[in-house]
């Protein structure tokens, strides 16, 4: 048998594809040229459908969330005289006591927190683009936080938890990884 996306050969009772991970029914259909093809099961390959398109989702939030982060820093130091003072003559980071130093500080801190958010978005698609096994777990949390920033992060964390959160997912999600991992091993020894 061969696979109809990949194109690689299965060996006789496999559930998913070794090299592209697509799930396969038990029996197997012709196709064109007289070859095996083996389907796809359209209700149980959920996290195989969407995981290409879920982890380019985070890998473009966690690129923007890092740009609105720079911006906010160096427009910042530009516009707002007071954020220049940043690492003032006393020592302290934020300068002076005052109001214009809980500014910045609020505006500082912010900043790390979405630097740091948009890194694990980063980890995450790089987690689900090499479909590790502990990008299941991350996305899942990393899903439930995003889901405070409406409207786009409130319909990326839905659609995550939609992809990544079910029980079928997670053996799916476990069947994929352990596939992946096989077939590094055999690429190396190779």
């Given at each position: 048998?061969?696979c109809?996306?990949?194109?690689?050969?299965?060996?006789?009772?496999?559930?998913?594809c070794?090299?592209?991970?697509?799930?396969?029914?038990?029996?197997?259909?012709?196709g064109?040229?007289?070859?095996?093809?083996?389907?796809?099961?359209?209700s149980?390959?959920?996290?195989?459908?969407?995981?290409?398109?879920?982890?380019?989702?985070?890998?473009?939030?966690?690129?923007?969330?890092?740009?609105?982060v720079?911006w906010?820093?160096?427009?910042?130091?530009?516009?707002f005289?007071?954020m220049?003072?940043?690492?003032g003559?006393?020592?302290?980071?934020?300068?002076?006591?005052?109001?214009?130093?809980?500014?910045?500080?609020?505006?500082?801190?912010?900043?790390?927190?979405?630097?740091?958010?948009?890194?694990?978005?980063?980890?995450?698609a790089?987690?689900?683009?090499?479909?590790?096994?502990?990008a299941?777990?991350?996305?899942?949390?990393v899903?439930?936080?995003a889901?405070?920033?409406?409207?786009?992060?409130?319909?990326?964390?839905?659609y995550?938890?939609?992809?990544?959160?079910?029980?079928?997912?997670?053996?799916?999600?476990e069947?994929?990884?352990r596939?992946?991992g096989?077939?590094?091993?055999?690429?190396?020894?190779?």
């Open positions: 048998m061969y109809d996306r990949c194109g690689s050969s299965l060996s006789a009772g496999s559930q998913f070794s090299v592209c991970g697509k799930a396969l029914t038990p029996g197997p259909v012709v064109p040229a007289g070859t095996v093809v083996a389907r796809a099961v359209p149980e390959a959920r996290v195989q459908r969407h995981i290409q398109l879920v982890a380019g989702l985070w890998a473009a939030n966690g690129i923007l969330r890092l740009v609105e720079c906010i820093l160096v427009a910042g130091r530009l516009f005289p007071f220049r003072e940043w690492g003559t006393n020592g302290w980071p934020f300068g002076r006591w005052g109001l214009d130093s809980l500014i910045w500080g609020g505006i500082y801190t912010a900043g790390i927190l979405m630097g740091v958010l948009g890194a694990a978005h980063l980890l995450l790089w987690g689900l683009f090499e479909r590790q096994p502990w299941r777990t991350l996305g899942i949390v899903s439930f936080l889901l405070l920033r409406m409207p786009f992060g409130t319909a990326l964390g839905i995550t938890l939609w992809v990544l959160l079910p029980e079928s997912s997670a053996r799916e999600y069947v994929i990884s596939g992946r096989q077939l590094n091993s055999v690429r190396t020894s190779s």
